[in-house]
């Protein structure tokens, strides 16, 4: 299953560099999970859940929350088997993991770049796939998303903690690991310092390395 995973903090480019990166591989783009739309929608409904259920556990509520928003979250297309709501409530962690895993890996089969989805985690132990982390210090991000963004540095400021905190839950809940584990990726690179079209450029070159590698 040979393909690329990134993941990329609020304003590191990831959203910038995942489409390129596919594009000069020729590979098809599977989109980030956590969107800025679920990462609002996440926060709300969190924030409910937390004062609504104080007696359920923390898992328990995130994926009582993330369930209706499974289609948006996994991608699920028409032709795709929808993912069983009433499971992934039920027993909330394996069901919802188990599709979001089927749907990674039907897209690597022939090769391809995930943005996000827990990529790195769920592919942890495959050598075919690069895994790749953008990040930066929060206040380069967040300069970083406003200008790639085109809004305003207080909207990016406040927007930065919710989507960082939402994708690491998402990453956390699934897998139990740190989003910014070292040993969850073999490439890591500062996106705020590189510049996003050289990001693109190493991480092209480290994975064709790579597949020669392993050939």
Do not use: W
Request: aromatic share 6%.
């Amino acid at each position: 299953m040979p393909g690329v995973t990134i993941s990329a903090g609020y304003g590191a480019g990831g959203s910038y560099v995942a489409p390129a990166v596919a594009a000069a591989l020729g590979y098809p783009l599977l989109g980030r999970a956590i969107s800025l739309d679920v990462a609002a929608k996440l926060r709300v409904t969190l924030s409910e859940a937390e004062e609504g259920s104080p007696h359920r556990s923390r898992v328990d509520r995130f994926f009582s929350v993330l369930a209706p928003l499974a289609g948006g979250v996994l991608g699920v297309g028409t032709d795709s088997s929808p993912v069983d709501i009433a499971a992934a409530v039920a027993d909330p962690e394996q069901p919802f993991r188990e599709q979001a895993e089927s749907i990674m890996r039907e897209a690597l089969k022939a090769g391809a770049v995930i943005h996000g989805r827990a990529g790195a985690a769920a592919f942890v132990n495959d050598p075919s796939i690069l895994r790749v982390r953008l990040f930066g210090p929060v206040d380069a991000r967040i300069a970083q998303a406003a200008r790639l963004r085109q809004v305003p540095v207080d909207e990016a400021r406040t927007i930065q903690p919710e989507v960082d905190r939402a994708r690491a839950h998402y990453v956390r809940r699934l897998y139990n690991v740190d989003i910014d584990a070292v040993d969850l990726y073999e490439l890591h690179l500062n996106s705020t310092v590189i510049p996003l079209d050289a990001c693109v450029d190493l991480i092209v070159t480290a994975y064709r390395a790579l597949a020669v590698a392993q050939a």
